[in-house]
């Protein structure tokens, strides 16, 4: 089964005079809805997007696996256990925050950033928090992330491009850039696809494009 989330369909957020927008996948903070909590482990998939200077101040984390994609610009990342980069585009960041983590991201580069932020339950609460930047990540890889229970793949494609969807329980792709077709549908950039038990499936590219991909099994998660 596939179920198709279009971009234009996403909850508002941020703060425009802060220089903050957000966008939504689910349910998410004033934007309750009861039918859109979570696909598997995954629970937010928001695009964002910070003017220069602008950020999100110092705030907690407790038993959420937060993943970050960077599309435009630099985010600078700092939190409670010292850690302290810079995550260009490109690159992949990781943080558990388990047991209970603060972090501090903001747009400290003279140019407009924007990333994707997705955030999964863990199989299991507590633990410590860890923290990684994959550099230059490599089209295809699968990124483990093992207290979630997940993978993620970043697909890029040139014009005329193919990539096979993994054979997961639970498959969501979102589209960071172009266009691609699954099955019958098209999706563009901001759209995503919640992919349940399907087979044989690949995303074509007609003009190029990226994609980022996670593969999920169906082991209950925490909460």
């Given amino acids: 089964m596939i179920q198709v989330r279009r971009g234009a369909e996403r909850y508002r957020g941020g703060d425009d005079d802060a220089g903050i927008e957000s966008l939504h996948a689910f349910s998410f903070g004033p ?3 009861p039918d859109n909590l979570r696909f598997g482990a995954l629970v937010a998939c928001n695009e964002e997007r910070l003017a220069a200077g602008a950020g999100f101040g110092e705030h907690p ?7 970050t994609w960077v599309v435009e610009g630099e ?17 992949l960041q990781r943080l558990s ?19 994707v932020q997705m955030w999964l339950t863990p199989l299991a609460p507590g633990g410590e928090p860890e923290y990684e930047v994959v550099r230059q990540v490599a089209d295809g890889t699968p990124h483990p992330l093992p207290r979630a229970g997940a993978a993620l793949r970043v697909c890029r494609l040139g014009a005329g491009g193919r990539a096979a969807v993994p054979g997961a329980a639970r498959v969501y792709v979102h589209v960071v850039r172009g266009e691609v077709r699954l099955g019958a549908e098209r999706l563009e950039a901001g759209d995503a696809a919640r992919i349940s038990d399907a087979e044989g499936l690949e995303l074509v590219a007609p003009a190029g494009a990226e994609c980022l ?11």
């Fill in 97 to 115: 925050s388990a047991g209970g983590v603060r972090h501090i991201e903001r747009n400290d580069g003279p140019a407009p950033l924007r990333f």
């Fill in 213 to 223: 991909v996670w593969e999920m099994g169906t082991e209950p998660v925490y909460g």
């Fill in 75 to 91: 985010l600078t990342h700092r939190d409670s256990t010292g850690h302290a980069t810079t995550v260009r585009p490109g690159d």
């Fill in 31 to 33: 934007h309750y809805d």
């Fill in 61 to 67: 984390h407790r038993d959420t696996e937060i993943v």
